[in-house]
């Protein structure tokens, strides 16, 4: 009776272990019933074709042009890994190609680099256009609202001053490149009216960084992005630097040197040279170590002559025991600047756009945009590559060491 009893529950165990071994071959095994889309980006458009006719899919075919050899899919309607559903609709996205001479592309093409200082809630002025001062260095909300929209309608899109100093030009395929930075670290530069209940700030709608946060919502393909330089008050809201500096470099912005205290360093020391420079790059260490470009804009654009002693000491010093190495220098000067794959670049000497109305004299927007019709960077779409008409292939200079195309 014993050994029938042990018998009996050998069998129950064996039949245990079966079902537990039968769910889980059943769990891990795929289902024969389960399609999961797969990446169709770069492959041919035959290829998509079988896919969809072996998956039952409806398949819509938009052409674009795109940097990739034409008939090659550069985008899905689909997220690759998700189960798709018989008669569900695909869209896939085709390259076209880049008819290189249909877009006039030119990456040996000009560059504005817009240079701003402060924007001004008001409409009412007694000087030319969007200017609040007779020289135009301050600019109604209202004149820069106008000019970011002149830029987007005009085929402009907005990199980082970082990435056109080390020729990474990211732009779509017959647009140009364009770079704002606003001087002086000013207050309506961005305005914080409060913290919200998570200690996160609140910014002024009316001021610079608002707006341009406006345009970033309105416009997402605009880039939007600028380079702020600040001086040692930074954005002279001492009870709000530190979230303002942090938040800025979080949200895609960018911050630079303009001298400790504005400097005109052509009445100034070397030593007083290396510690307006120094002082600033260590107060920026001590809010976003690691996170500020090392960029100067030149207060009052002194010195006015790269031979001048002081500029040695603004490019490479050392302040306190600590040393400090400048990327770029910027100026104030009248017109766009050449790209950064020209013979003439020069990263420690950068002109810069006024951003101010003169009635198309002076190299104000007006003057500098209608230049740049016929001289702007048009770019090819892919960042890896320098492209350029034939007959200017001898003018570049590859120090980036990019793939070079001609036609």
Do not use: C
Request: hydrophobic share 35%.
């Amino acid at each position: 009776m014993k050994r029938k009893l042990r018998i009996d529950r050998i069998i129950i165990v064996v039949i245990i272990l079966i079902l537990v071994i039968a769910g889980i071959i059943y769990l891990v095994k795929p289902s024969k019933e389960t399609n999961l889309m797969i990446d169709l980006t770069n492959k041919t458009l035959d290829e998509a074709k079988t896919f969809a006719q072996e998956h039952n899919l409806n398949l819509v075919i938009e052409e674009e042009n795109n940097v990739l050899e034409k008939d090659k899919i550069f985008k899905q309607s689909i997220e690759v890994n998700k189960e798709i559903k018989e008669n569900e609709t695909l869209i896939i996205y085709v390259s076209l190609g880049i008819n290189y001479e249909e877009l006039q592309v030119n990456e040996l093409g000009e560059v504005p680099i817009m240079m701003y200082h402060g924007i001004h809630n008001i409409t009412d002025n007694e000087y030319t256009g969007g200017n609040v001062d007779k020289d135009g260095y301050q600019r109604t909300k209202e004149a820069f609202v106008k000019d970011l929209e002149f830029y987007y309608n005009s085929g402009y899109r907005m990199i980082r001053l970082e990435d056109y100093i080390n020729g990474i030009i990211d732009v779509e395929a017959g647009f140009s490149p364009i770079i704002l930075t606003f001087d002086d670290g000013l207050e309506n530069s961005i305005r914080v009216t409060g913290l919200d209940e998570n200690g996160e700030i609140i910014i002024d709608p009316n001021s610079a960084v608002g707006v341009l946060e406006e345009f970033k919502q309105k416009y997402p393909d605009f880039n939007v992005t600028a380079t702020f330089f600040v001086n040692g008050g930074l954005f002279n809201q001492s009870e709000y630097n530190e979230k303002i500096l942090n938040w800025l470099v979080s949200h895609g912005y960018d911050i630079g040197n303009h001298s400790y205290s504005h400097a005109d360093f052509t009445t100034i020391s070397q030593e007083k040279s290396a510690q307006e420079i120094g002082s600033l790059y260590n107060l920026l260490d001590k809010y976003i170590p690691g996170k500020y470009v090392n960029i100067v804009a030149l207060p009052f654009g002194s010195p006015y002559d790269k031979s001048h002693e002081n500029f040695s000491v603004i490019l490479n010093g050392i302040y306190n025991g600590q040393e400090y190495k400048t990327e770029a220098a910027l100026r104030v000067g009248w017109m766009p600047e050449t790209s950064p794959f020209s013979l003439n670049f020069d990263k420690t000497f950068l002109k810069r756009i006024r951003a101010w109305d003169d009635n198309g004299n002076d190299w104000d927007i007006e003057k500098s945009f209608k230049y740049l019709e016929d001289n702007r960077y048009i770019s090819d779409g892919d960042k890896n590559t320098i492209t350029v008409p034939q007959n200017l292939e001898e003018k570049v200079n590859n120090i980036y060491n990019l793939n070079i195309k001609t036609y």
